[in-house]
């Protein structure tokens, strides 16, 4: 697959990884590497990584704990904590090596310490291939609230060998395939109608479909960096997914979601809410909910909650002067921005999900 060019990073691919990694450290003459896992990327990915590694400069490994519950601010002083003791300096390059937590909190780090070092994002799981790996979002969680502390800072390589797929749990697959479902929905009907029968989808298919993502989402970035207008299309389903994603992950009494998982029940609650306030049609409504909760199943909300999580959406990122900003769909491929929704809606579009 060619290599792909995003504002100024340059995205590889499986064989093309690693010859074009090992020529970036011949050129730049690091003073040391510093490699951030967890504990799964760890014992799982890092051996293929280093197999493939070709280089004479001093390697160091830095694990944190895996999950959202430690995207945190705490975990990134342990980290520049760890750079200051293993004498990292502003000639260091760190490589971050695993999934969605571990880009968005390495290259924050990295981006931050001595006030900016080179990074390089490899990521691991599906969900950071085709969502983390564009765009230059880095960042953490302000306690349950989704990446409220961040800059947007790219790093010079991404590394998607789909390999590191294998190594994967299932619901893993699922949560980061929520993405790209998300890439059709905003795009078109083309890109959507590849997702139909998720039965048969093979890892044979993902690799085509991992680069054609990532160039939808490479094409909306570059027109719009910094998200004042088409790159808020990304966020569809994003507005309710990250409040019901919060709240799972604040309550003791319920199963933390995966991102993925989350989002796909904002996707069902927007295009609802699209069908009530911007004539998306209610059959493709319907029609999507019957997919993606036939390949997903349900996720358990209760009434009583509703109130809780929509309580949340005042911490959603996109909202300005005090107003909170949906994303919403027309049709297929054909989006509405900055969407102001009534609360009666809201809580019609989670009946309607339970139903």
Known sequence: ???????????????????????????????????????????????????????????????????????????CVGVWDTLSELDADRKSLMINIGGGVITDL?????????????????????LSMVDASVGGKTGVDLGH??????????????????????????????????????HGLITGPVYWSKFEDLSKLSLDDLDGLIHESIEIKKNVVEEDPFEDGLRKTLNFGHTLGHAIESYFLSSPNKTTLLHGEAVVVGMILACYISSELTGFPMEKTNAIKSLLTSYYGKVSIDKSEYGTITELLKYDKKN?????????????????????????????AFDYYAK
């Open 1 to 75: 697959m060619d290599s792909i060019t995003a504002n100024d990073s340059l995205i590889h691919f499986n064989n093309t990884c690693y010859s074009s990694l090992n020529d970036y450290l011949a050129e730049r003459n690091f003073s040391k590497i510093f490699i951030l896992v967890d504990e799964n990327t760890h014992q799982y990915c890092l051996p293929i990584f280093l197999e493939k590694l070709e280089t004479e400069t001093t390697l160091e490994i830095i694990e944190i704990e895996s999950g959202e519950i430690n995207k945190n601010i705490d975990t």
């Open 106 to 126: 390495g290259g924050f780090v990295a981006c931050t310490f001595k006030r900016g070092i080179s990074y390089v994002n490899v990521p691991t799981t599906l």
């Open 145 to 182: 609230l989704k990446n409220q502390i961040g800059v947007i800072s790219n790093p010079d390589l991404v590394l998607i060998d789909t390999q590191y797929l294998n190594t994967l749990p299932k619901n893993q697959m699922r949560s980061g395939l929520a993405e790209m479902l998300k």
């Open 320 to 348: 300005n002067h005090g107003n909170i900003n949906f994303v919403l769909l027309e049709d297929i491929g054909k989006h509405k921005i900055d969407c102001l929704v009534d609360n009666q809606i809201i809580i019609d």
